[in-house]
């Protein structure tokens, strides 16, 4: 057992990929264990709605959601990790700035992973799900916030723009899906026969939620493969 713990510990490729594909077992269990009469969906279900406990939601498979969640961002913490030992020369440079600006951000969503999105509990004069949704809302815009500083760091270090294809495509996919974001308010204030959640079609809040988390997966996943210079760049 010792020695299996301490190749873990030592292998960073493989405690990467165990902790991926035990995330990702997590979310699918989680998914399986919610009960069919729920009818979760993408559409018009959060990804919290698997981590919470509500009887209307995941009442027997939120724990699992949990660990499997608490394992993706672990897969997180340990490609940043690598990220800013392959690519940042200093803290205090812009791609150090964006490390620690990622890290926050990182660390608050695990906070809203053991504050399950529940109607029960109290935090602070809130509901768990209220004190998740804070966290949240503060959360995605700070690790939106990072993203966007480590695409300003490669371009100071002298990268092309070409050269950050995935930042584009990522940035643009979010952009459009606030945007439908956006379209939905400004077509429910106008018709209040409009349900205002979850939002119709392309217009639905968790379907963009789920999109900006597979992708921001992906787009973290790149940043940290990525080759930098160590020297002669203040990236």
């Given at each position: 057992m010792k020695p299996l713990l301490r190749r873990f510990?030592?292998?960073?490729?493989?405690?990467?990929?165990?902790?991926?594909?035990?995330g990702i077992a997590g979310l699918v269990l989680a998914w399986v264990l919610y009960p069919p009469e729920n009818r979760y969906s993408p559409m018009r279900c959060t990804i919290s709605y698997l981590g919470s406990p509500d009887?209307?939601?995941n009442p027997g498979g939120w724990r699992i959601y949990q660990l499997g969640m608490t394992a993706l961002l672990l897969w997180m913490a340990d490609l940043l990790v690598l990220r800013h030992r392959r690519g940042v020369a200093r803290w205090a440079s812009p791609g150090g700035i964006a490390t620690?600006?990622?890290?926050?951000g990182l660390a608050m969503i695990l906070v809203t992973v053991?504050?399950?999105?529940s109607r029960s509990g109290r935090w602070f004069g809130m509901t768990s799900g209220q004190f998740h949704t804070r966290i949240a809302l503060w959360g995605i815009p700070i690790l939106g916030l990072g993203v966007v500083?480590?695409?300003a760091a490669h371009l100071r270090a002298g990268f092309g723009l070409r050269s950050l294809w995935p930042f584009h495509l990522y940035a643009g996919v979010s952009a459009f899906g606030f945007h439908q974001l956006m379209e939905w308010e400004r077509l429910c204030r106008e018709d209040r026969s409009l349900r205002h959640?979850?939002?119709d079609?392309?217009?639905s809040t968790p379907l963009w939620e789920w999109i900006f988390f597979v992708g921001l997966m992906l787009h973290w996943s790149w940043m940290a493969r990525r080759r930098e210079p160590?020297?002669?760049?203040?990236g």
């Open positions: 510990l030592e292998d960073g490729p493989l405690r990467r990929r165990a902790l991926l594909c035990l009887a209307d939601r620690l600006t990622l890290a926050l053991w504050i399950p999105d500083l480590d695409a959640w979850p939002g079609g392309l217009h160590r020297s002669g760049a203040s």
